[in-house]
């Protein structure tokens, strides 16, 4: 069966750097692309971007440009989200879906990152 | 960026209420909406894609429609199951956005 696989949750310190990743399994890895979307503790949804898996062209939304970074380990049909310099306000849950078409039939199971000193 | 007003904010109904939750788009998006819903802890759930196709899985009590550059959410009969967050996004422009989403719980 389909599933998204996201590593475990985080705690981090003010400056530090996270990386979290999304392993996909019961689909072709490439055929999708994958997204991340940011959901801050008792707040909404926020789509970050998302990465084309065949060609590995990640495409930033404009509040995460800069110190996000999206990159894949193809042959592990993973994808990665890696945050520098945290800040508090990075604090959140961050979720990976796919994409064919029709945006997030099937989401990860999210990862909660705490960023405190 | 595209600005999706979803109202209301908040509702409360009773079992087997229609229940009807809207997004408004701030410019044209076609039928590249879709909505979905939200329990506490968990990720997100697709169930209406394309503004009006119901995804699989999902029960036949949810509809989505769409009049202009309103696209609404139905439940025809509101079972306990269905009380959750709801979001629309649209994904015509990027960035995708969201709506602010619409919390319904049982009265």
């Known amino acids: 069966q389909i599933q998204l696989v996201q590593s475990g949750p985080e705690l981090k310190k003010p400056g530090e750097s996270v990386k979290i990743s999304c392993k996909a399994s019961?689909?072709?890895?490439?055929?999708?692309?994958m997204h991340w979307v940011k959901q801050a503790p008792g707040k909404g949804l926020k789509w970050m971007g998302w990465?084309?898996?065949?060609?590995?062209?990640?495409t930033y939304a404009d509040d995460f440009k800069g110190r996000f970074v999206f990159s894949l380990e193809a042959s592990a049909s993973t994808a990665n989200l890696q945050i520098s310099n945290l800040k508090n306000e990075d604090t959140a849950t961050y979720f990976c879906?796919?994409?064919?078409?029709?945006?997030?039939?099937?989401w990860g199971q999210g990862v909660m990152v705490t960023v405190s000193s | 960026d595209i600005q999706m007003t979803q109202s209301p904010s908040s509702l409360s109904a009773s079992l087997g209420d229609r229940v009807t939750i809207t997004c408004r788009a701030s410019?044209?998006?076609?039928?590249?909406l879709s909505w979905f819903q939200q329990k506490p802890g968990k990720s997100p759930r697709l169930m209406i894609y394309g503004a009006t196709n119901l995804e699989d899985g999902v029960p036949s009590r949810f509809s989505g429609s769409r009049s202009g550059s309103d696209y609404s959410l139905t439940i025809s009969s509101l079972e306990s199951e269905d009380t959750a967050i709801y979001y629309c996004l649209q994904y015509d422009k990027y960035p995708y956005t969201f709506g602010a989403g619409t919390k319904l719980e049982l009265k």
């Open positions: 410019q044209d998006i076609g039928n590249y």
């Open positions: 019961g689909y072709t890895f490439t055929d999708y692309a």
């Open positions: 990465i084309n898996t065949y060609t590995g062209k990640p």
């Open positions: 879906a796919r994409e064919f078409g029709v945006p997030f039939d099937y």
